[in-house]
Nanobody, 118 residues
Framework: VQLQASGGGLVQAGGSLRLSCAAS????????MGWFRQAPGKEREFVAA????????NYADSVAGRFTISRDSTKNTLYLQMNSLKPEDTALYYC????????????WGQGTQVTVSS
């Protein structure tokens, strides 16, 4: 599994960005795909995840209602729509994948930087 994240940038507080994660694998139906982020000096934290097969999702409390995870199965691409961005959302964002039957995200893409100015 190979993952390639893109779409980061600089945005003012209250603005929006959409991150993309292009994924390559034979099939993602058995995988759960997720977004994580890491701010300077902080540990990496979970943002959102989606079971590719049935589309079920879950979110960190800090982003619920503002961020939306989605997928385009025809393009094997995962998205993270981020609205009402806050300065505390500033971080390096990573996409990741794991088998839905497993517990650990094994596959990671490179990060894409999101910076939210106040």
């Amino acid at each position: 599994v190979q993952l390639q994240a893109s779409g980061g940038g600089l945005v003012q507080a209250g603005g929006s960005l959409r991150l993309s994660c292009a994924a390559s694998a034979r099939s993602f139906n058995s995988y759960t795909m997720g977004w994580f982020r890491q701010a300077p000096g902080k540990e990496r934290e979970f943002v959102a995840a989606m079971r590719w097969g049935d589309g079920s999702t879950n979110y960190a409390d800090s982003v619920a209602g503002r961020f939306t995870i989605s997928r385009d199965s025809t393009k094997n691409t995962l998205y993270l729509q981020m609205n009402s961005l806050k300065p505390e959302d500033t971080a390096l964002y990573y996409c990741a994948a794991r088998l839905s039957s497993g517990n650990h995200f094994r596959y990671w893409g490179q990060g894409t930087q999101v910076t939210v100015s106040s």
